[in-house]
Nanobody
Framework: QVQLVESGGGLVQAGGSLRLSCVASGRMFSINAMGWYRQAPGKQRELVARINTGGCLAYAASVKGRFTISRDNAKNTVLLQMNSLKPEDTAVYYC?????????WGQGTQVTVSS
């Protein structure tokens, strides 16, 4: 019944920008902290950024200063603005609660950054 739909990924050159969007069903965003995660081939899924219900933000060191997470509870949406993209940002990006709820993983959206 819970559905998380990520969108906004694509192919971009190094230094470019993308904005990812995650739309959730239900009241998930209003009662849970949310996060963006990514998984590159051959690597573990990692937390990229998170935002709690009070608006407190946290970022992985590798994306600080380049990525911005935000949420709109009225629209059940969490966004990830990604600027100054680097090839090492290439991964499938997912949204989920923080900490994750295993059954909530969606399809993800592919981000590919070329050099």
């Amino acid at each position: 019944q819970v559905q998380l739909v990520e969108s906004g990924g694509g192919l971009v050159q190094a230094g470019g920008s993308l904005r990812l969007s995650c739309v959730a069903s239900g009241r998930m965003f209003s009662i849970n902290a949310m996060g963006w995660y990514r998984q590159a081939p051959g690597k573990q899924r990692e937390l990229v950024a998170r935002i709690n219900t009070g608006g407190c933000l946290a970022y992985a060191a590798s994306v600080k200063g380049r990525f911005t997470i935000s949420r709109d509870n009225a629209k059940n949406t969490v966004l990830l603005q990604m600027n100054s993209l680097k090839p090492e940002d290439t991964a499938v990006y997912y949204c989920n609660t923080y900490p994750v709820t295993p059954t909530y993983w969606g399809q993800g959206t592919q981000v590919t950054v070329s050099s």
